[in-house]
């Protein structure tokens, strides 16, 4: 499966929650889809978005959150999956794009092709994880996390396949977070 198929597939399923996502094609590939107000992109701040998924999660426990990072940025700041697991917000859904490159900057490969990032987050502490590898696969496994309490991780395993036409957010930072914040209420 592309990763532009994965994205096609969860994009559809968000309702209100508050999504931070992940630089790169990640967050481009999420704005093109379906831009909102709930949606904090990250610009240029490789493995941050994990710790601030965290940040809304624990500060909003009343609401699922989720992430939608990459594997890159996950093996970048791998302490954050175990921060994730002590903080436990039963909130939280945190779904990685894995296709085993930084596909933004060139295609070199990332260490998640010998390192199961979903064995990763089980190892610390993560309630429930689950890998899909079929597009198929990803409306029922989203839909069963996102009604568990979690942290929970929805591992999807895609080839390198975004578009490098496909293009950038085209709001300033500062708009993102003006917006996001205004979602959050």
Same mark, same amino acid.
């Given at each position: 499966m592309k990763g532009t198929e994965a994205f096609e597939e969860i $994009?559809?399923?968000l309702t209100d929650e508050p999504v931070i996502h992940a630089n790169g094609f990640i967050c481009r590939e999420s704005f093109n889809l379906k831009d909102r107000e709930g949606n904090f992109y990250m610009i240029g701040s490789m493995g941050l978005a994990s710790s601030i998924?965290?940040?809304? =999660?624990?500060?909003?426990p009343d609401q699922k959150t989720i992430i939608i990072d990459g594997d890159g940025n996950v093996l970048m700041?791998?302490?954050t999956? =175990?921060?994730i697991a002590a =903080? =436990?917000?039963r909130n939280l859904l945190h779904i990685v794009i894995d296709n085993e490159v930084y596909e933004s900057t060139g295609r070199q490969g990332t260490l998640s092709s010998s390192v199961a990032l979903d064995d990763v987050a089980k190892s610390?502490?993560? /309630?429930? /994880?689950?890998?899909?590898t079929e597009k198929e696969q990803i409306k029922s496994a989203y839909q069963e996390l996102i009604g568990k309490e979690g942290p929970s991780l929805l591992l999807i395993k895609v080839e390198p396949s975004f578009d490098k036409a496909t293009g950038r957010v085209h709001h300033t930072? @500062? @708009? $993102?977070t003006s917006r996001f914040m205004k979602a959050l209420g």
């Open positions: $994009i559809p399923l998924g965290l940040g809304v =999660a624990v500060s909003r700041s791998m302490g999956l =175990a921060m =903080a =436990a917000p610390v502490g993560y /309630t429930h /994880t689950k890998r899909v930072p @500062e @708009e $993102i």
